[in-house]
């Protein structure tokens, strides 16, 4: 047995062999890497993988962040909301079509007219999915930034039983350095490092199965950095971790900064995706769409390392282009009609079942309530 071998085989790691497994490099070991986080992920998990419709539903934002798209001050993006019956449509969509679950996402916002309105179409989704093949109604993962604990209160109680609501708020990293300077503090709303940790314990007080994660490969970030980012989940006790590579945005404000070459940038993420499943164990852990972007089965490979959650974007075709995030981002020409197929068939290529109308709730929430 190589040094390796033993290493893959403890259960508890220190944040050396963190540091070691997230640079593997050599083919051969990154395979041995991605064998023991699968065959770990179907032993915690089981052979399912969950799949989230994800409902992109406005991109008007508050915040600056300079990684991002849709931030502010990208005066080059024409804004849209969808109205309230198209998100039901869309989740009524999805649950037809037998996803257990649908997630709402947007810029950030706090006014009260958009609590309401988000308060109002968690209330809508949960009744308007009730039907034969889900007796229950769709689970709802919110991703809509930092908000005030009363508003997580409102949105967890909108969505009734404990099971089916989660909240995705990525940290984005954990080094509070690297974090000033992604989110420069020029408004009162703005992201603040602080603030993303309350909202992050508001959450789980509130009752949420509560996701995190960050970007990987951003400008400056050293793999010290990402292990932290691990040590960070732990203590935080997430029950899902949505994490992806950082991709350069032509609407950012990091145009100078450069990112990662496709290849490095995407045996780094998928070794995170792994140790993320080697050191947190039973957490569900999404594959990023931005995978996608580095190589045209990247979300899959994100399964094999893995990851046990996908979100295949059930957006209207008509504003997905207004979403843009990052540079190149897939799928964005095509209907939610087109994902479903294509997913579905690349999942049972891999040996994989999909979940269908399944909640796919976290395994270690479960265990910890
Ligand atoms: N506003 C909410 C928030 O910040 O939590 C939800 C929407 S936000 C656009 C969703 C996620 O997109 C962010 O958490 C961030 O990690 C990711 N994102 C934004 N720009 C990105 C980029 N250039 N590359 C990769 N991910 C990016």
């Excluded at 009730?130 to 007796?135: A, F, N």
């Excluded at 769409?289 to 094999?304: F, M, P, S």
């Amino acid at each position: 047995m190589t040094r390796l071998d033993e290493l893959l085989q403890q259960e508890a790691f220190t944040d050396a062999d963190i540091v070691r497994l997230l640079g593997l490099t050599e083919p051969d070991d990154c395979e041995r890497l991605r064998r023991t986080a699968y065959d770990l992920t179907t032993r915690f998990i089981g052979d399912k993988v969950h799949y989230r419709g994800i409902v992109e539903f406005s991109n008007r934002c508050t915040l600056n962040c300079r990684y991002c798209g849709i931030r502010r001050d990208n005066r080059d993006l024409e804004r849209y909301d969808l109205n309230r019956e198209q998100i039901i449509e869309s989740a009524i969509w999805a649950a037809e079509n037998h996803y257990g679950s649908v997630c709402l996402q947007a810029g950030e916002r706090r006014d009260e007219s958009f609590v309401a309105f988000v308060e109002d179409c968690i209330r809508e989704i949960r009744a308007g999915t009730v039907s034969e093949h889900l007796p229950e109604g769709a689970s709802i993962t919110l991703s809509l930034g930092a908000q005030s604990s009363e508003t997580y209160q409102r949105w967890r109680e909108a969505g009734g039983e404990a099971e089916c609501m989660r909240y995705l708020l990525r940290m984005e990293t954990s080094n509070p350095a690297l974090f000033s300077r992604l989110h420069p503090h020029d408004f009162a709303h703005e992201k603040a490092y602080a603030s993303r940790i309350r909202a992050l314990e508001n959450l789980r007080a509130a009752g949420f199965q509560v996701g995190t994660g960050g970007m990987i490969g951003l400008p400056g970030q050293t793999l010290s950095d990402l292990c932290a980012d691990i040590r960070f989940y732990q203590r935080l006790d997430v029950d899902m971790l949505g994490m992806g590579p950082y991709i350069l945005s032509r609407g950012g404000d990091m145009r100078d900064e450069g990112m990662l070459d496709p290849g490095p940038l995407l045996q780094l993420a998928l070794n995170m995706l792994a140790v993320c499943r080697l050191v947190l164990r039973d957490v569900n852990i999404a594959a990023a769409t931005a995978l996608q972007v580095l190589a045209e089965d990247g979300r899959e490979q994100g399964i094999a390392h893995g990851a046990n959650i996908l979100m295949p974007n059930i957006t209207p075709r008509a504003v997905r282009r207004r979403y843009q995030l990052y540079d190149d981002k897939p799928c964005i020409d095509e209907e939610p009609t087109d994902c479903r197929a294509c997913l579905a068939g690349r999942i049972q290529r891999m040996g994989r079942r999909v979940g269908w109308n399944e909640w796919g709730c976290s395994r270690h929430f479960h265990r910890r309530m």
